[in-house]
């Protein structure tokens, strides 16, 4: 059960392009079956990624450059206008970029300012890959991922350092409730402002967790310290859109009976 402490919406992030670029928004309109709205609508295809010749599906995660193999990756913020089309990507090591994702004309610009930005000796960013209807979660179902502040606030504390929530590239954050609580819900319907979720399973997680979003570099150990602390290294929870319905920051978490 949801803890007797409330429990409420504090933040939400969407990543426009997977891996690339988190987003800070107020709030969400979800639809059911679906992923979030502008969340890993693109992901980076390097030259090795086998892409299929006709209709494109979703791919794992080992398919794209990503954080866990390139971490100067996670210090790129975004924002995205969904009226033009244009995403705004910044870095503190490059200059401001703005283009428009879904023009050809525009990759080749994209890809030389973000091939700096990728490990020398690493496979090299090729293309922007998209499915149609739905991001490319790290899970082949769509889902929404859900995080715990509380949690995010345990382990902080246990590494003596205050840990920045982009780490985890998570979608919404709530806080209250007692540290890793969330991981009782798997299988439980829980009610988000006017949305039902249905949680399915824990988050396991990867080296990417590891790089300062402000500086793109490996300074914290996450997993050694999820590990040792707790006995696993998961963090956070992957769940399915029930119902249609708009999240906001301030909204409360509530079990469904």
């Known amino acids: 059960m949801i803890s007797q402490n409330r429990c409420e919406i504090e933040k939400i992030f969407r990543h426009p392009i997977k891996s690339v670029g988190s987003e800070l928004i107020n709030s969400v309109y979800l639809v059911a079956g679906s992923t979030m709205p502008g969340d890993r609508v693109w992901a980076l295809a390097h030259e090795k990624t086998r892409t299929p010749e006709h209709r494109k599906h979703w791919l794992p995660c080992s ?18 206008d969904g009226h033009t089309g244009i995403l705004d990507l910044r870095h503190p090591k490059a200059k401001n ?3 428009n994702p879904n023009d050809s004309r525009d990759l080749q610009k994209f890809l030389n300012w973000i091939s700096p930005l990728c490990p020398v ?21 769509p889902s929404i991922s859900l995080l715990s502040l509380t949690s995010l606030h345990d382990l902080s504390e246990k590494l003596g350092t205050d840990l920045d929530p982009r780490r985890f590239r998570g979608n919404i954050w709530f806080t209250g409730g007692e540290p890793f609580e969330e991981f009782n ?11 039902r979720l249905k949680v399915v399973e824990r988050i396991e997680r990867c080296n990417a967790t590891k790089a300062n979003p402000l500086t793109g570099k490996k300074d914290i150990d996450t997993l050694t310290a999820l590990q040792a602390n707790y006995g696993h290294k998961d963090f956070g929870i992957y769940c399915e859109v029930l119902t249609d ?8 978490l509530i079990l469904s009976l």
């Open 185 to 195: 819900w798997i299988d439980q319907e829980i009610e988000v402002g006017g949305v």
């Open 121 to 141: 000796n690493g496979p090299a960013p090729a293309s922007l890959y998209r499915v149609e209807n739905r991001g490319s979660t790290d899970t082949e179902y």
């Open 63 to 80: 398919s794209f450059l990503r954080g866990s193999i390139a971490p100067t990756l996670m210090a790129i913020s975004a924002k995205f």
């Open 97 to 99: 970029f703005s283009f």
């Open 245 to 252: 319905g708009k999240v906001s920051c301030g909204d409360q």
